[in-house]
């Protein structure tokens, strides 16, 4: 199965990576100039992933049209430039495997809705799981859900894409396996908050558990399983992205409980923290639905200005409730 890359961002290289394993060829459209000559002119991504060597195997192109020949793409554009990436793309009927972890601004669809809106033709998968690329490009062991509602067709790509180290987990719940990754990105920026503002290990804690009852309700409600929630996609992404300054979300929070502003943390920054884009859609989504989601609340208010110490003491003071129901 000849693989195509769209996006040549840091996940985007180390996929495609994944996908040359065995001298396969690979070839990776990239939106910036420079990213298509340093791959094939050096085998490095110097701009986004610039400690790995690439194999020779994988060709790097500005044009999107030789993608065409591609028996499966790997989407791996930031979700909200999904739609106008595989519209640019044209029509097509060659399985979708998206990598992005986000929900679209202005429409609320997960990244595969967006792709089944713009190539309703073609099948969609979805690759999601607690996968930080300069890890995955060293070759450290790394696991993922590969959720495809076509299971022979899941089966086939958890199998192209699998690796020794680089393990695939077959799933057909494909909302499940999105929407983990999307809010996942948003309490990571809380929890990025805990630690800048310097507010404790057992704070960071709560805040994952909560924000994982916070992903449920919010998962439930749109037809994900509990147990995809529960997986690799879901709390295992929550758990590494909550706890690493590695994460960009993570990291962005540490910046806002420093008490910086968003706009400074965010300007002139050319790697994407997905989680500043999905906390006021999500926010708008949940409060359509009727679901409580006070953590990702705070962040959206954080992100607007809000200061540190008042949006944690409002979350504090919040009635006291019961844990579960
Ligand atoms: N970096 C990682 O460890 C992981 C990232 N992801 C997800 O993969 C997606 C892509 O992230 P990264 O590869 O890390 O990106 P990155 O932060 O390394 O690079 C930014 C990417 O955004 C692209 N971009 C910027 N403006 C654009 C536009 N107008 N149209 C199309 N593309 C544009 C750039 O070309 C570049 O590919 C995100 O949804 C991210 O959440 C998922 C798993 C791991
Ligand atoms: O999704 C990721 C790891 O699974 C990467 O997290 P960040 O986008 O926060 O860096």
Redesign the pocket.
Known sequence: MKIGVIGGGA?GTALAQVAARGEREVVLWAREPEVVAAINETHVNSVFLSAVPLPETIRATGDLGELRHCEALLVVAPAQHVRAVLSAFGSGTMPLVLCA?GIEAGTQLLVGEVAHAVHPNAPIAVL??????HEVAAGQPTAVTLACEDEALGARLAERLAGPAFRTYASNDVIGAEIG?AV??VL?IACGVVEGAGLGQNARAALIARGFAEMTRFGLARGARAATLAGLSGLG?LV??CSST??????LGVGLGEGRAATELLADRRT????AFTAPVLREAALAAGIDMPVCDAVCALLGGADVQDVVGALLARPLTREYG
Do not use: C, H
């Not at 999601?128 to 690329?133: H, L, Q, V």
């Not at 590695?246 to 990291?251: E, G, I, L, V």
């Not at 994407?272 to 989680?275: F, R, T």
């Open positions: 996940w972890k999601s799981g607690p996968t930080f690329a990754g996942k990105n990571a992404d590494l992205t590695n994460s960009r979300n993570f990291s994407v923290a997905e989680g």
